[in-house]
């Protein structure tokens, strides 16, 4: 089983649509991720939580809010989805102790028409 | 602010062939790590260089660490198709969430 999964895999939704996106991990990381990729911009960090009550903003939380249920769950949505919002989403976790490396799911496909 | 700079963006090589991935920063790092993302996957994690002037061996793949530990480079000696995918590098300070450039976006047809 995948150490880091994320739900769903694909998603096509319409402008100002509620989405909500969901990551779970059995790693046992205390530390949890949401990055956006866009082709030619790389990952860019949404937001990002080192314990179960840190959370804490990246480079584009705009648009953008989460929620840490647990250590091992860590969700993204979009409260009101906007066409520019189409790209690939990825959870990531650390242990932040091996110099923060990042372990990956699988990515979610999110389009907004 | 985009403190990793990856260069190239993209790589076409035939098989066989040598190539070297750059990426560099104005920053010092604690660590600098590298990735690679295929088709509809997430990053994998290579390697991670902590040390300046560190240089570490993964098979043909060939990863350094700057003396200043602010750049850092990645050579893969006779490229195979498997090989193909984007390479990412991803500088660590500690306190921070990682800064990840880009991305080199390398193909290698046989």
């Known amino acids: 089983d995948a150490d880091v999964t994320q739900t769903p895999r694909n998603r096509i939704t319409k402008t100002g649509k509620r989405i909500m996106l969901e990551c779970s991990q059995t790693k046992g990381h205390d530390r949890m991720y949401w990055y956006r990729q866009d082709p030619g911009l790389g990952l860019r960090l949404i937001y990002y939580?080192?314990?179960?009550?840190?959370?804490n903003k990246g480079e584009i939380s705009d648009g953008y809010s989460v929620s840490r249920q647990a250590q091992a769950k860590f969700s993204l949505s979009l409260e009101s989805a906007i066409p520019n919002q189409t790209a690939l989403y990825f959870c990531?976790?650390?242990?932040?102790?091996?110099?923060?490396?990042?372990?990956f799911g699988p990515g979610t496909r999110l389009t907004v028409l | 602010t985009q403190l990793l700079e990856q260069s190239p963006q993209f790589l076409s090589i035939q098989e066989g062939e040598n190539l070297t991935v750059y990426c560099n920063s104005s920053?010092?790092?604690?660590?600098l790590q590298w990735y690679r993302q295929e088709p509809g996957e997430g990053p994998v994690l290579l390697v991670t260089?902590?040390?300046?002037?560190e240089v570490k061996k993964l098979k043909r793949l060939t990863f350094q660490f700057g003396d200043a530990r602010k750049d850092s480079s990645l050579h893969i000696t006779a490229a195979q198709p498997g090989d193909t995918g984007l390479y990412l590098c991803a500088g660590a300070r500690y306190g921070y969430a990682l800064n990840f450039g880009k991305g080199t976006s390398l193909l290698v047809t046989p």
């Open positions: 990531a976790t650390s242990d932040g102790l091996s110099y923060n490396e990042q372990f």
């Open positions: 920053s010092v790092f604690s660590s």
């Open positions: 939580s080192f314990d179960v009550k840190d959370i």
């Open positions: 260089v902590v040390t300046g002037g």
